[in-house]
């Protein structure tokens, strides 16, 4: 027997929409709790989620007669938390039986003693299937689109922290690493260029075959560049 989630709370259980959560904590676990809170807290999107789990999850096996299993929200909590942090099912086990704020997101208060077997986590978490939690990631996309989104017709940016790290790049490598930086350049400018109109870039298929001989030129004269060669010295005895 499998249900989406226990309706009846227990004593000391927290309500899941009413989590609170460190802000200022830099560890990856509050981070996914808030997602997964989202989830919970968005009807529709918890509907369409579980409506997902309940066909694809053993659906063989009667939901109302046998022995109860894990929740489908259990399963999806704790498959979360394992394929975030890649950690191996010793490391779930510890986290869901001892962590106490991923402990009130499964919904276990604070006088439920219920503990996770490793076999029965790594029987239940594995049955989400890469396939099933595309379509659940593509559930999950949508449904952040919107919240972004002010209109269905706004474009949606994103804004993101790069470094350039300074490291040493030898031949053949630096001059290869500067043809695609080149080429990939002029192709997309030229293809935003001819998306607007603009004929600014028209002669972009010559510059890409200047930009290539220049390449091959550098090439050949490294190619061609005299290495110093060590003599040795013959000692005759």
């Known amino acids: 027997m499998r249900v989406a989630q ?3 709370m227990t004593i000391g259980e927290v309500d899941i929409s009413k989590m609170r959560f460190d802000l200022k904590s830099r560890d990856d676990i509050p981070k996914i ?3 997964l809170q989202f989830i919970y807290t968005n009807l529709a999107l918890r509907t369409s989620i579980f409506a997902l789990l309940d066909a694809n999850i053993s659906p063989e096996v ?26 191996d099912y010793d490391r779930l086990q510890e986290l869901v039986n001892h962590h ?4 009130e997101m499964l919904g276990h208060g604070a006088f439920d003693d219920v503990t ?5 986590l790594k029987d239940n978490v594995r049955l989400l299937t890469p396939e099933l ?7 999950v996309v949508a449904a952040g689109h919107i919240l ?11 804004r993101c922290d790069s470094f350039v790290l300074e490291t040493h790049v030898h031949y053949p490598t630096d001059i290869n690493l500067l043809w695609d930086a080149m080429r990939k350049s002029i192709t997309l400018t030229a293809q935003w260029c001819d998306e607007r109109g603009m004929s600014d870039w028209r002669q972009s298929a010559f510059n890409l075959r200047q930009v290539k001989q220049a ?12 290495r110093p060669r060590i003599k040795s010295k013959r000692t005759s005895y």
């Open 62 to 87: 009667s939901k109302t007669n046998g022995r109860p299993g894990m929740t489908l929200w259990s399963i999806l909590v704790c498959g979360v938390i394992r394929l975030d942090l890649n950690c």
């Open 148 to 158: 972004v989104k002010k209109s269905p017709d706004e474009a949606l940016r994103g």
């Open 215 to 226: 390449m091959r030129t550098a090439q050949n004269k490294n190619a061609a560049t005299p």
């Open 6 to 8: 226990n309706e009846q």
């Open 100 to 103: 106490n704020t991923l402990r």
């Open 33 to 35: 709790l808030r997602g």
């Open 133 to 139: 939690l595309d379509q659940i990631n593509q559930l």
């Open 116 to 120: 996770y077997h490793f076999q029965t």
